[in-house]
Structure formats: structure tokens, C-alpha cells
């Protein structure tokens, strides 16, 4: 085992350089507007050296804001803000995905439309302590439950933003349906207890996601579409009972699509909701024959060896390409590491921390 990460990737009909994709990380550094400037540019086109970067979460409507300087993807000014990033990243050979993102309850009547509730399939509230809001830390909102007639239109919101990551040059979207937001909110029982079509059976919980595929599927190709989904997580107070048989259901639903790939948050690094044995990589395999990208807390070594296991094609590093811009030329010519990002650095807006950190100097 030994460069299977630096070792190139057919995905679908793109040729990824290496096997290293850039995780989805929000920096909160897009302003009110969620309008990507110059700034954003430089950070993407400094990590382009990945074989594949996906965008920080992205919001689809303004409903779907829940995050103090996030980026959208509903209006032209933003479609345009985005163009200059997709080119920087394309000018190094490549390729980017727009995170597709609605937040369902993890956000505050202070991000939505009229300052209504934020909205969920049902009435319950993250149990933590606080979420950032445009006014500072506000305690966690009970949310208010969407109606069925309302679904459609989320749904649409989706295909919308498909549109407009297509216009702005991305070469494809990923599905954000991890870590506690409204689609995962949908797919576990812990936050789902609906009555109508959406709620109850596996079947059910699985339908909204599955509508948003194939909403998404009708502007992008399926090989150009991507599925996030964190089995083991604990984020935004997520993590329920039946968590085994809903993930792998809703793997094995996915598989029918042909996806680009799914993305499963493995390991253990971004917290774990400790109710029973974690979902692997391997449980994955055994369901979804499609490219499986691995993430969470993963060094060289271990991202290594799952590919040489055959559980994972592609490794998702997040926390890692903070600090080491240059991620995937520090693993080919085993250059020392930086250190982790402080906490600090992760959402400050401006300059520092963001597009300062040094590429390894020989
Ligand atoms: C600063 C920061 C922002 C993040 N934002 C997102 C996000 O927008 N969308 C998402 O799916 N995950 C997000 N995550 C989770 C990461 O994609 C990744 O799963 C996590 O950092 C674990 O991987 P790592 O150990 O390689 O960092 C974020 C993580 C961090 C540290």
C-alpha cells in the first residue's frame, strides 16, 4: 500500500488528479449578502491542487439560511460572485462541486424571510445551548413543522439552485444530508414524526431526499451529483436508534441512481453519537457498489488503506486543507504537516486564517 491517494480517479466522465477532494467547509467569510468576492476566490484557487473541491455549504433559498456569512445560490448576484471561484479552481485542472445546503432547524428566526420560526419536519428543537445568529448567541428555536404542501416547494429550491450552480460553472452539486440539517432531519427518527408521506416507514423518511435527487438529476447528470449522509454523528444533536437499518436503506436506495458518489462521514473525528457500533466504510460496500468517498478525521495513511481495502475510492480531508493549502503535495512528497486550525480561525470573517496560511516551503 502505498499512493493509491495520488493516484488519478475516473469519476463518472471527470478525470480527478488524485484521490484527495477538499470537504465541504462553511467560513463564514461571504458576508450578509452571501455573495463570494475575491477573497473566496483565492482561498478555493490556493486548494486546487485536490483532485476535487467541494464548496462550502451552500444555501438554496432564503429559507435555508441558518449561518452568519455563508454563501447562497438563489440570486444572480451570487451566481455571478461564484463564477470567478469555479474559474480560478478549473484554470488548475480542477474540478467543483456547490454544496447544496438547507438548514432546516439548526437555524434562527433571525436568518428567515419575515423572521418566521425555522422550519423542520417536526416540531423539536436542537437540545443544546446556543446557536450563532446576525444578533449574537441566541438560544435554540422549537421549529415550526412543514406542511406537505409545502415539500414541493423545497424540492423545487433544490432543482433552482442546480440550475444556478450549473450557470455558474461548477462541474457538478453535492447533497448536503448530513450532520443534523433539514434532510437528515427528515431521514431520522429522532427529528421526524411526521404522519403523512414523509414521516414513519423507511420508506417515507427516504422520500424527500429522494425527490431532491431527482430534482437535482434533471440538470446535472447523475454522475455529476453527489450525496453526503454522517451515519455515526452527533452534530446539531442528531443520532437515532435505528440509525443502522435508515443509512444503509437510504445507500442502498441511492445506489439505484447512479450517483457521482456518495460521501459518507466514517470516522469518528466530528463527534459520534456512541448508540451502538459505527456505520464503516465497509458496512457501505456492502450496499453500494458506486464510488464511496470516505471523511472524518483521516491521516495519509488510514485514507490509504481504505482505498487499498476497497471501501473508499475518494478521502475527503476538511480540518487538514485549512492549514496545508497545498494538502496533496505534502502527502506525495511527504513534507510535514501543519498544525490543526485553532477553533478561532474556522468562521472569523476576513483575511486571517483564511487565504494566509503557507504552502510548505522545500
Ligand atoms: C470549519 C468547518 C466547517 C465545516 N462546514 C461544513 C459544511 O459546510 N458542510 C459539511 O457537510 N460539513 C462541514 N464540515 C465538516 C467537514 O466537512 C468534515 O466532515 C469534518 O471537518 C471532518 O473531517 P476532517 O477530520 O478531515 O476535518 C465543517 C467542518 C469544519 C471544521
Known sequence: MAGELISAYELGDLTLKNRIVMAPMTRGRCGSSGVPGEMNATYYRQRAGAGLIITEGTFISPQANGWVGAPGIFSPQQVEGWKPVVDGVHDAGTPIFCQLWHCGRASHSTFQPGNQKPVAPSEIAINSDY????????????PRALTTEELPGIVEDYRL??????????????????????????????????????????????????????????????????????????????????????????????????????????????????????????????????????????????????????????????????????????????????????????????????????????
Request: charged share 20%; glycine share 12%.
Open 161 to 362: 439552485a442546480a440550475r444556478n450552480a450549473k450557470a455558474a460553472g461548477f462541474d457538478g452539486v453535492e447533497i448536503h444530508g448530513a450532520n443534523g440539517y433539514l434532510i437528515d432531519e427528515f431521514l431520522q427518527t429522532k427529528t421526524n414524526e411526521r404522519s403523512d408521506q414523509y414521516g414513519g416507514s423507511l420508506e417515507n423518511r427516504f422520500r424527500f431526499l429522494k425527490e431532491i435527487v431527482e430534482a437535482v438529476t434533471s440538470v446535472f447528470p447523475s454522475n455529476r451529483v453527489g450525496v453526503r449522509q454522517s451515519p455515526n454523528g452527533v452534530y446539531n444533536d442528531m443520532g437515532s436508534p435505528d440509525y443502522r437499518d435508515t443509512f444503509l436503506y437510504v445507500a442502498e436506495q441511492l445506489a439505484k441512481f447512479d450517483l457521482g458518489y456518495l460521501h459518507v462521514m466514517d470516522g469518528l473525528g466530528f463527534g459520534f453519537h456512541e448508540l451502538g457500533e459505527p456505520v464503516t466504510l465497509g458496512d457501505y460496500r456492502k450496499v453500494y457498489p458506486g464510488t464511496l468517498m470516505g471523511n472524518c478525521g483521516h491521516t495519509k495513511d488510514d485514507g490509504e488503506q481504505r482505498i487499498a481495502d476497497g471501501v473508499a475510492e475518494l478521502i475527503a480531508f476538511g480540518r487538514p486543507f485549512i492549514t496545508n493549502p497545498d494538502l496533496p503535495a505534502r502527502f506525495e512528497n511527504g513534507w510535514p504537516l501543519a498544525d490543526d486550525p485553532p477553533q478561532a480561525i474556522w468562521y472569523s470573517p476576513g483575511p486571517e486564517g483564511y487565504i494566509d496560511q503557507p504552502a510548505h516551503s522545500a
Open 131 to 142: 446557536i450563532h445568529t446576525p444578533n449574537g448567541k441566541q438560544p435554540n428555536e422549537t
